[in-house]
Structures are given as structure tokens and as C-alpha cells.
């Protein structure tokens, strides 16, 4: 569903290559995770497949089920089914949290030629996906992430991911900030979405989440391209041994 | 006859002829007409008005707002038209029962307010029939003239009418108390002058809801005063909304003492009237007192706001927070100037100062100026202004969720005034405020699933 062949990005206004030639396949039902020191361009291969600014393609291609993804606008890719789930998550103060998630569901749904969810199909749906993702239902109310903690502002993304169900979930260093309980609940939400039908792509530090959410492929990301892949026994052996002497021994 | 007014003339215009012939036209209709004691408080202010002059730009507190647009005209005191419940009703605040003091062009409604059944040590009375049935104590009560200001001055020749609001100490009115003044346009060009008095007793506590709602479009220039006096450990939550329509002005000095540990938190929006102006001169003259203002203005076409804030922190452990928010849009003008002086005695104070700004279009405009005089040594005090684009992380999190760049912006655009109006503590100004911000934001018709 994902085809990523020698993609070359660069920031600073073109001028700072990030990614160098990196090239990944995606099928329908795997679950990838990347994995790979500060600043090997893991953040920003979430950022070009979701479509922000600021990063310019300077070499490859990304193909998204029939689609060329770098031409669509991020809403569009939104519409296409991809679903970045951010290290960040934007504080929206005077925004309702549901409300804002309504939109967007019903912005997707518009855009897939589908009727809007009513009001109280939606929030019946918004209250069961809340309990399983460990989301406060208070927090529904609240603006949209505005004076959430770390912990409570990942769980809101995984819930805007549950709800708005993805055909692709990139999920950028969610566990990061998360305490060993929340990462549970985070992980159960995530699982409940994996299916024959919808790819995921895990980018992560740690080998503790890929504990909960087990990949069927695990690689190494570094200096902008895959250094190395293999099953989730990567993971493992990276966390004993550090990038250092892995990727020695790759090269 | 005034030594500081003639002074600084070169900055003032003598005022157009047609006041003169307007105050001679009113003074006998006037309430407290027949009253020697009123007469000579109304001929002084007018007097020492007609010394003054109307301020130009080149006054420092005037810098940003020609006044000449909305007051140099001939104006005559606006008239009463009918306003019947049915065209009022939509603007009542503050609950079921909240009391109710509703002025039309400058005239009290006795029919539509209702202020009876007040609890023990609470007085709430019209000042028109305050000026009428008792002058000589209204006159006293209202005081003889501070320093010269070409506005309150006039305020003073021209009170019609208004709110003496009183509460003695200790006393609490539980429920909302809303001062509705409602302005109709009308053929020709007019004026209307109110003023609030409140007076909070020791550890007194109100919530007064302020909305001033445009009913009709024409030239009609409100002039108000407001003065505050809040006694030690008094509450004073004040809800301000100002919903003008086309063509009418406002022009709002509001003067604010609070004693030792009182506390005031005042919430304003400004979101319709060709000219605003809105000038605050705040003393914090007790010692650990607290208080917050919060703005919001949101111009369209060529309307323009301006608000003025002059925060005196005159004793020490002093608390004060300023918080404005502007969105302009068209050939929109705004304009903010927040001073902060804090007297050598006031040590340990507090004082906050915040104002963001948001250009919708190239040709709205704004300018923003804090300014820090700071004579003690133990303070801390922060002033930012910014002024800038939709943040541009905020746009790319929402579009990645499926909104177009158009609803994206409408949001973050409703989102970033909405920050101020979520500070008022009344739920139906909150709600009124909300329908006139989605109906000024760009693409607004997409936001009605907000309300």
C-alpha cells in the first residue's frame, strides 16, 4: 500500500539533506517499526508522508495504494487514509476536543463521498473508543489538548487515530513521555486497529513499546537511509548492543 | 481658567460650535433641571469642556484614535425610540434571575429593567432620578471635577442617565446585575451619555454583566463614564460587551480604585461600532490587590478599536494582569496601548502584560505599545506584543486530520479570539460573544456546530 523508493528529503530551505536515499514497502496488514539515533530522519519521514511544509523532496518517489502521496495536499492524504499520530501534539485553546474530532471525521467522510456521522451515533462511538484508549471522557470537553500532560495528549492522538480509522497509522515516538501504564493502554489501542487491511508504521527509540505492539519488521534508520532490517529480534539485539556496533557490522 | 488645559491647547481642537447649542438646547430637559446645585456641576464640566477642546492625535493617549470622525459633527442628544421586550430579549444575561437596568439611546427603560427586590445593603437606582429627586446629594456624591478630560467632562454636562450601584459592607448580590444599553440609530446624528457608579462596601461582592448592543445602524456616539471604587476585600467580576452596529461610536473612560486586597476581574469584547475607544485608569491602591483584564477586539471593514490602560500600582504585593487578543481583517485599525507605572512604594508587585495580534488581510492594521515605568526595585513585570500569521504547526496538525486549508484557518482564527472569551464568567455573554465572533471570523458559516 506504501512504496517509498530512494527518497531524498532536505530541510533548511532545501540546503540540509535529511533523508539520503531511503527506500520502504508497506503491505496491507504489516506493522513496520524504524528505529534509529537522533537525527537520522525519523521525524521527518512522518512529516513528508503526512504532508507538512518546510521539507523539500529532492530525489524519489512515494506511492500510496494508487497515488503519487508527495503531489496531495495533507488533508488530502488525510482523505487517502494516512494518519500521523505526532510527537507534538498541537494545543488548540478554544477548540472542544470533540468538536474538533467530530469535524475532522466528518471532513474525511465528505471527502470519501460518505453521509457525515450524526451526533449521536458520534459521540456514542467517541465514548467507547475514550474508555478503551484510557482518555478521561472530562478531556472530551476540554479544548483540544490545551493543558493536557504528555501522557494525556499521546492518548488524545491515539484516540483521534481509533476514531477516524486510518488505512495507514504512522505513529512518530508515541511512547515517549509515557509511563509503563499508559503505554499498555496506548499499545491495546493501537492493536485494536491492526488488520489485514491497514498498515502501520511505528518510529521509536525504545524497544520497550515494540514489546506491546510486536512488528513484523524492524529497521534501522540511520544517516537518512535503512541500514539495516529484520524481524522484531532487531529490536532486541539493537537494545543489548547499541546502533554503534550494529551498524559496524553492517558496513 | 483652568491652567493645565490651557497648556496643552495647541493639542486640543475647540469643539464645533454645535455642542454649545446642543447643551444649551438640553440643559432644560435635563434631569435636575430646576436644581441650582446641578446646573453649576453640569455648567463647569461644560465650561471647562469647551477650554479643553477635543483632543487631536498629537495628545499621547489619542495618538492612535482621530475622535474628529465620530464628534465632529453636529449632534443633538438622542431620543427615545420604542423598543419593545421582543428586540431586547436575545441580549438578557446572567439567568433567570439576574436584575436588569436597560437604557435605550441614553434612556433609562423603567418598564423593560428590573432591579426590585434587592438584598440588605445593596442599591441599585437610576441616575437620572437620583440627579432629579435628589440633586444636592447626587451632585456631592458625584464630585467636583478631576483633572481636565474632554469626554468626561462632556459626560458630566450631558448625564442623562445611568447606574448608582452601591453595596454596603459585607453585603453580596448573588445574581447578576446587567446594564443593557441599547443604541437605535437615527436620521440625524446623535449622542447619549451614561454613567456607572459602583461603590463595594468592605468584602462586597458583584458580578456586573456591561453589553452594548447596536439595534440599529446610524451616527450615534455613546460617551460613558464609569467609576469604581472597591472597598477592602471587595469582588467586583465585570463582563464587558460591546456588539455596536454600523456607524455608532463609543468612547468609554473608566476609572477603577481598589483597596487593600480587593479584587477585579474584568472581561472585555469588542466586536462591532465604527469607533471604540476604550480608556481604563486603574489604581491599585491597597496593598496585595489583585487584578485582571482581559480583552478582545475583532474589527471588520473599516470599523476601529482602541483601547487605552493605564495600571497605577500605588502600594505594595500588588497583582495585575493584562491580556488582550485583536483580530483585524479588511482595512480594519486597531490600536493598543497598555502602561504599567509602579510608584516607589509599591514593592513586591506583580504586573502582567500580554497582547497578540492576528492580520487577516494586508490592509488591517495594528499598533501595539507597552510601555514600563517602573520607580521601585522589588518588581516583577513583563510586557509582550505579537503580531503575526495563523501559526503555521497548528494549520498542518488540523489539515492532517482532514480539514481543508479554508476550515483550518476559520478555526484557528474562532480558536485564537475565543481564548478571551472563554474568561467571562457569565455562560449567556459567553454564548453572545461566541455567536459574534463566528459571525466575524472568515468562513464562519462552517464554525456553527460551536455554539
Known amino acids: 500500500m506504501l512504496k517509498i523508493t530512494d527518497l531524498h528529503v532536505a530541510v533548511d530551505g532545501g540546503s540540509k539533506p535529511v533523508l539520503k536515499g531511503l527506500t520502504l514497502e508497506v503491505k496491507p496488514g504489516e506493522v513496520h517499526a524504524i528505529m534509529g539515533p537522533n537525527g537520522s530522519g525519523k521525524s521527518t519521514l512522518s512529516y513528508v508522508l503526512a504532508g507538512r511544509d518546510g521539507y523539500a523532496v529532492t530525489g524519489g518517489s512515494v506511492r500510496f495504494q494508487d497515488a503519487d502521496l508527495l503531489e496531495l495536499e495533507p488533508e488530502e492524504r488525510a482523505a487517502a487514509g494516512i494518519f500521523l499520530a505526532m510527537q507534538y501534539p498541537v494545543e488548540i485553546p478554544g477548540v472542544a476536543n470533540n468538536y474538533f474530532l467530530r469535524q475532522s471525521l466528518n471532513a474525511l467522510r465528505r471527502a ?32 483540544v489538548n490545551a493543558g493536557f500532560s504528555g501522557g494525556e495528549k499521546k492518548r488524545n492522538e491515539i484516540l483521534q487515530m481509533v476514531m477516524l480509522e486510518p488505512k495507514l497509522c504512522v505513529l512518530d515516538e508515541t511512547d515517549s513521555g509515557l509511563d509503563i501504564d499508559a503505554l499498555k493502554t496506548v499499545a491495546d489501542g493501537v492493536n485494536s486497529l491492526r488488520s489485514p487491511d491497514r498498515g502501520m508504521i511505528v518510529i521509536t527509540h525504545y524497544q520497550r513499546l515494540l514489546d506491546y505492539i510486536v512488528p513484523d519488521f524492524v529497521h534501522i534508520l540511520a544517516d537518512g537511509r535503512i541500514r539495516k532490517t529484520g524481524g522484531k529480534e532487531l529490536a532486541l539485539a539493537l537494545e543489548e548492543q547499541g546502533y554503534e556496533h550494529l551498524l559496524g557490522e553492517a558496513a | 481658567m483652568n491652567a493645565p488645559a490651557r497648556a496643552t491647547r495647541s493639542r486640543y481642537v475647540a469643539p464645533i460650535p454645535a455642542f454649545a447649542d446642543a447643551f444649551t438646547a438640553a440643559r432644560s430637559s435635563l434631569p435636575g433641571k430646576e436644581a441650582p446645585a446641578i446646573q453649576d456641576w453640569r455648567q463647569l464640566h461644560f465650561d471647562r469642556f469647551l477650554e479643553t477642546g477635543l483632543p487631536t492625535p498629537r495628545v499621547e493617549q489619542w495618538k492612535y484614535t482621530n475622535i474628529a470622525r465620530a464628534a465632529n459633527v453636529p449632534m443633538a442628544l438622542a431620543t427615545r425610540p420604542n423598543v419593545g421586550l421582543g428586540d431586547v430579549q436575545r441580549y438578557f444575561t446572567g439567568g433567570p434571575l439576574a436584575r436588569r437596568l436597560i437604557f435605550v439611546n441614553g434612556h433609562l427603560a423603567s418598564e423593560l429593567s428590573h432591579v426590585r427586590g434587592l438584598p440588605q445593603g445593596v442599591r441599585v437606582e437610576s441616575l437620572g432620578k437620583l440627579l432629579q429627586d435628589e440633586p444636592e446629594w447626587s451632585a456631592r456624591a458625584l464630585g467636583g471635577p478631576a483633572e481636565p478630560h474632554s469626554f468626561a467632562d462632556l459626560n458630566a454636562a450631558f448625564l442623562q442617565s445611568g447606574a448608582w450601584i452601591e453595596l454596603g459592607d459585607g453585603a453580596v448580590l448573588e445574581h447578576p446585575l446587567q446594564l443593557l444599553f441599547l443604541t437605535v440609530g437615527q436620521p440625524a446624528a446623535v449622542m447619549a451619555h451614561p454613567r456607572i457608579v459602583v461603590r463595594l462596601g468592605k468584602e462586597a461582592r458583584l458580578h456586573l454583566i456591561e453589553t452594548h448592543i447596536g439595534l440599529a445602524p446610524g451616527h450615534c456616539l455613546t460617551n460613558l463614564v464609569g467609576h469604581y471604587e472597591l472597598g477592602e476585600k471587595a469582588r467586583l467580576t465585570h463582563d464587558r460587551l460591546q456588539l455596536g452596529s454600523a456607524g455608532t461610536s463609543f468612547v468609554g473612560l473608566n476609572r477603577q480604585r481598589l483597596a487593600e486586597r480587593a479584587e477585579l476581574k474584568q472581561t472585555l469584547a469588542t466586536l462591532g461600532g465604527a469607533l471604540v475607544r476604550n480608556e481604563t485608569d486603574l489604581h491599585l491602591v491597597g496593598s496585595f490587590v489583585e487584578a485582571q483584564l ?23 504585593d500588588g497583582h495585575s494582569d493584562q491580556f488582550y487578543k485583536g483580530v483585524m481583517d479588511d482595512r480594519a485599525h486597531a490600536a493598543f496601548a497598555g502602561k504599567i507605572i509602579v510608584h516607589q512604594d509599591a514593592q513586591r508587585t506583580n504586573a502582567f502584560q500580554r497582547n497578540d495580534n492576528l492580520l487577516l488581510s494586508d490592509d488591517a492594521e495594528i499598533s501595539s505599545k507597552p510601555e514600563l515605568e517602573i520607580y521601585a526595585d522589588d518588581v516583577k513585570c513583563s510586557h509582550g506584543a505579537t503580531c503575526g500569521e495563523l501559526d503555521r504547526t497548528a494549520l498542518f496538525y488540523l489539515r492532517s486530520r482532514g480539514l481543508d486549508r479554508a476550515q483550518a484557518e476559520s478555526i484557528l482564527t474562532f480558536a485564537f479570539a475565543a481564548e478571551v472569551i472563554e474568561r467571562f464568567v457569565d455562560p449567556a455573554v459567553r454564548k453572545l460573544a461566541r455567536e459574534c465572533l463566528v459571525a466575524r471570523t472568515p468562513g464562519g458559516a462552517g464554525l456553527s456546530d460551536l455554539l
Open chain 1, 112 to 143: 470519501r463521498g460518505e453521509p457525515e456521522v450524526s451526533a449521536a451515533e458520534f459521540i456514542k462511538k467517541l465514548k467507547a473508543v475514550a474508555e478503551r484508549v484510557g482518555v478521561d471522557p472530562e478531556l472530551l470537553k476540554r479544548d
Open chain 2, 294 to 316: 482581559n480583552g478582545v477586539y475583532m474589527p471588520i471593514g473599516e470599523e476601529h478599536v482602541d483601547n487605552v490602560i493605564r495600571i497605577h500600582h500605588e502600594a505594595p
